[in-house]
């Protein structure tokens, strides 16, 4: 961080001159919460294999892996805390009357730090759907296999799994969002899973786009400003 004071002097000014702000965050805004990222060292993909456990085939072929795989995931997050760079996005809504948080977070973190309107893109962790029907329950259990009261039905996480459409009007709402905004802060994704990652790709004509990450990624191509560090560390001191 201080060998770019002028490029956060910048990204300070387009925020305080902005009338519509939305963020789009990924799992890196998590990491100083201690909860794994998907992708690189010590990422979930480093040890598991996304294929046994993040879709629809391998819940129908071993629903009781796929269970264990998200209890011990929502433990870990049931045990985080909102971390310095949540906080920062909440205090952005609370100052802001146009902001928009999109995320593809699916640990409930954001809404704990107390952003109240969040767009959650690959669902969340702590509701549970129907694999038959389309009943959907909020749900914390950290172990057992949940059965549908509608149906009987196996219940699964209420995530996005590769392969399965994101719900219609969350991403329509997200991509209004990213799109129709005059900054878009694109905070801890990888930016290399679709549709999520589209809504920060390209040059969109009066929208400026900040990327937020220790590593570049696929969205600093057509950014305008990268501020290259840890979320808990840039967003507090974009966001004082
Ligand atoms: C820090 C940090 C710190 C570290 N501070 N930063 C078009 C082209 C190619 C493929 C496709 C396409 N359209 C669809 C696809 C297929 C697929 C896809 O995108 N595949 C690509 C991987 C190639 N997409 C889908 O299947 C989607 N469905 C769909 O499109 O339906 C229609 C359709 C179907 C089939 C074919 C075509 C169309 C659904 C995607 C669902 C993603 N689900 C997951 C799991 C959710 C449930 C769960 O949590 O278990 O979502 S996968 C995983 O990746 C999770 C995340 O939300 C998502 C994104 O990851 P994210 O957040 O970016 O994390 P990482 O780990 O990748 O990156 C962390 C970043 O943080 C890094 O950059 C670090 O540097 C940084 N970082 N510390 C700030 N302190
Ligand atoms: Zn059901």
Excluded at 50 to 68: G, I, N, S
Aim: charged letters at 20%; aromatic letters at 6%.
């Amino acid at each position: 961080m201080a060998h770019q004071p002028d490029l956060l002097v910048r990204a300070r000014r387009l925020i305080e001159g902005a009338s519509r702000i939305t963020a789009l965050t990924g799992a890196g805004v998590s990491a100083e919460s201690g909860i794994p990222t998907f992708r690189g060292a010590g990422g979930l993909w480093r040890n598991f294999r996304a294929e046994d456990l993040a879709t629809p085939q391998a819940f129908a072929r071993d629903p009781r892996l796929v269970w264990e795989w998200y209890h011990w995931r929502r433990g870990l997050c049931a045990a985080a805390q909102p971390n310095a760079g949540h906080l920062a996005l909440a205090r952005l809504e609370a100052a802001r009357p146009h902001f928009t948080l999109v995320t593809q977070n699916v640990d409930g973190l954001h809404a704990r730090a107390g952003s109240r309107c969040v767009l959650e893109l690959h669902g969340s962790l702590w509701r549970t759907k129907c694999s038959r029907c389309v009943a959907e329950w909020p749900d914390s259990a950290t172990e057992g296999l949940p059965v549908c009261a509608a149906c009987g039905g196996a219940g699964r996480p209420g995530v996005v799994w590769f392969g399965e459409s994101l719900d219609d009007a969350v991403l329509a709402a997200s991509a209004h969002a990213a799109r129709d905004c005059d900054v878009l802060l694109v905070v801890g994704t990888s930016s290399v899973v679709y549709p999520a990652a589209m809504l920060a790709r390209g040059r969109v004509p009066g929208r400026t786009v900040i990327v937020i990450n220790p590593e570049p990624t696929p969205a600093n191509e057509t950014a305008d400003l990268y501020l290259q560090g840890p979320s808990g560390e840039v967003l507090p001191a974009l966001i004082p």
